[in-house]
């Protein structure tokens, strides 16, 4: 089995004036991070290594994310995220390396709400229509895979073991 984590970077500041790449996160989004992945590490969902796409709120989000984490994950870069396609998002998923089964993308939208969408085929329907409906900064989409290599997987395939959001961790849904 194979777990993709997508991760949308936590709320950044505006891009008014800034270079987008060197965007920050927001208190708020620090905050969201280390709640999200707070619920990732009570239930025992984690990967084993984040792949960011390099812009300084998705190497922050990582970065929250693995320091509040009981064990080490890594922290990797792969500049191909950054305002990724769809085609370009599967193809990176696909080219994942078969020694880590769980594997975290920390990118943007909307590639990885694009990805997490055309990716699940199965799971609780009104999760899977809540995905599909808004995938908020900090959101996270935990993708089941019945595969033995990450070139295996295909389209529609993966069941959505959980999507988490920070608006939920708030409203005391979790």
Known sequence: MRRLFLIRHAKAEPSVGRDDYERALTERGREDARRVAEVLAARDMLPDILIHSGALRTKQTAEIFASEWPRRVE???APALYD???DTLFDCARALSDSCANVGLVGHNP????????LAGSGVYSELRRMAAKFPTCAVAALDFSVDAWDDIELKTALLALFVTPAELEAGTD
Do not use: D, F, N, Q
Not at 111 to 118: N, P, W
């Open 111 to 118: 590639g990885i709400e694009e990805l997490a969408v055309s």
């Open 84 to 86: 990724a396609t769809l």
């Open 75 to 77: 922290l990797r870069e």
